[in-house]
């Protein structure tokens, strides 16, 4: 089975660098995957890393260690729209996703 | 722009009814899912698909069934809805074979009363 871990919340001021971190173990893994749920909206994918290294999508960064079975997702300049729940999931088999509990991002002024 | 429909936003039901919650999606996607997400447990996989007629349990499937008759419909039934069935419903699509980019609809929140 996948089981994976988040914090539940966190707290950040505009402007600045925040990170999220996961840890899961998984009996299979073919990558890791970051998702974005606004209240009350539908879950949108921002990056997965399939390979040990950083990812980096405009103010958004994604980091993989597969030794360490570790990632974290790395949002820089925060702006009030970026408060929202983060979930990442692993791919344990070629299609199949297993989400953590996600973390509360609160930006705040 | 890839597009995943739920038949409803929000629904409410009485204990022991029939509960149908249907998505349709417009990308000629293979694969299909259905999740429910509580509070504090994430989202947690029903059921999932990968082709049409073809069906296979996720990590929550008891009381729950699936229909896929048609490629780009994926149905959950409820056979016999009961209060810890209330919940935010949520269904996606994928290609599949790799990048695993799921696509979600807006969800339907389900009330059994």
């Known amino acids: 089975g996948q089981s994976l871990e988040q914090p539940s919340e966190v707290t950040a001021v505009e402007g600045a660098i925040v990170q999220i971190n996961c840890t899961y173990q998984?009996?299979?893994?073919?990558?890791l995957s970051w998702y974005q749920q606004h209240d009350g909206g539908a879950p949108t994918f921002l990056s997965y890393?399939?390979?040990?290294g950083l990812e980096e999508t405009g103010r958004f960064s994604s980091f993989l260690s597969r030794s360490d079975s570790y990632g974290y997702l790395l949002l820089q300049e925060l702006q009030m729209k970026d408060s929202a729940s983060y979930f990442c999931?692993?791919?344990?088999?070629?299609?199949?996703?297993?989400f953590g509990t996600g973390t509360r991002l609160q930006v705040t002024l | 722009d890839v597009k995943v429909t739920q038949s409803s936003r929000y629904l409410v039901k009485r204990t022991g009814e029939k509960v149908f919650l249907e998505c349709v999606q417009d990308?000629?996607?293979?694969?299909m899912f259905w999740y429910r997400q509580d509070p504090g447990l994430g989202l947690r996989l029903i059921y999932f698909?990968?082709?049409?007629?073809?069906?296979e349990k996720g990590d929550i499937p008891e009381g729950y069934s699936v229909s896929r008759e048609k490629k780009e419909r994926f149905s959950l039934i409820l056979e016999s809805a009961s209060t810890n069935q209330t919940s935010m419903y949520l269904c996606?699509?994928?290609?599949?074979?790799?990048?695993?980019?799921?696509?979600f609809g807006p969800g339907t929140r389900l009330l059994v009363l």
């Open positions: 890393n399939a390979l040990d």
């Open positions: 698909s990968y082709d049409v007629k073809m069906k």
């Open positions: 996606a699509s994928s290609t599949g074979g790799g990048k695993e980019t799921q696509y």
């Open positions: 998984t009996s299979g893994f073919y990558g």
């Open positions: 999931a692993v791919a344990g088999t070629a299609s199949k996703l297993t």
């Open positions: 990308m000629d996607h293979e694969n």
